[in-house]
């Protein structure tokens, strides 16, 4: 077992006595309290696509701003190394979703407060005053601007989704959605103990 998988399992067996701990914990809770232990219950559809459109869809009713905003992280095979970037997703249908991206790698500094104070004085953070130009810049651009050589888009094609939904005391659901390997037109799926 090389460390990588060492610490792996270190990290998921000290998340799993957490988990175990917090269970205990609202046990005794509801025990004291004579709650009623129930079930968060997703219900499922025979399209996952379809009900990550309706929780999507709950997601704008009751937030606004950054419903399309995800992050995507993936591991490079020979070392392990985990990289994680912010999507936006742009669209979604039944062949998979299409998100956009700008990845940037490197290391962070903290700057010194004068050069950031002049960085201040030279673009103040005033919304209102950011919004005005960024509506003078797509007003003179005829809404056309060209795309950065560093911007790029992405189609996702599920072939596997999972919902998780939790709330308040009640116990954890969780829906695994495959596709089926004969017909890839056709979703099967289970519900999974949490």
Avoid at 106 to 129: H, T
Avoid at 156 to 183: C, G, Q, V, W
Wanted: charged share 25%; aromatic share 12%; glycine share 4%.
């Amino acid at each position: 077992m090389n460390i990588f998988q060492q610490k792996s399992k270190n990290i998921f067996h000290r998340l799993q006595r957490f988990v175990e701990l917090i269970h205990t914990y609202f046990i005794k809770e509801m025990a004291m309290t004579d709650n009623v232990v129930g079930l968060a219950q997703i219900d499922p559809v025979g399209n996952p696509v379809d009900l990550f459109s309706i929780w999507r869809g709950e997601a704008i009713k009751f937030q606004s701003g950054l419903v399309n905003a995800c992050c995507l992280a993936t591991v490079s095979s020979p070392n392990f190394k985990v990289s994680s970037r912010n999507l936006i997703l742009r669209e979604f249908d039944d062949n998979g979703f299409v998100i956009m991206t700008v990845r940037i790698e490197g290391s962070m500094k903290k700057l010194e407060r004068p050069a950031c104070q002049l960085i201040y004085e030279r673009e103040p953070l005033d919304w209102d005053d950011l919004n005005c130009r960024y509506n003078e810049i797509l007003a003179q651009a005829h809404n056309v601007l060209t795309i950065p050589d560093h911007v790029v888009a992405y189609k996702l094609s599920p072939e596997m989704m999972e919902f998780y939904y939790a709330r308040d005391t009640l116990i954890a659901d969780r829906i695994h959605y495959k596709k089926n390997e004969i017909n890839k037109n056709y979703w099967e799926y289970q519900r999974i103990a949490v």
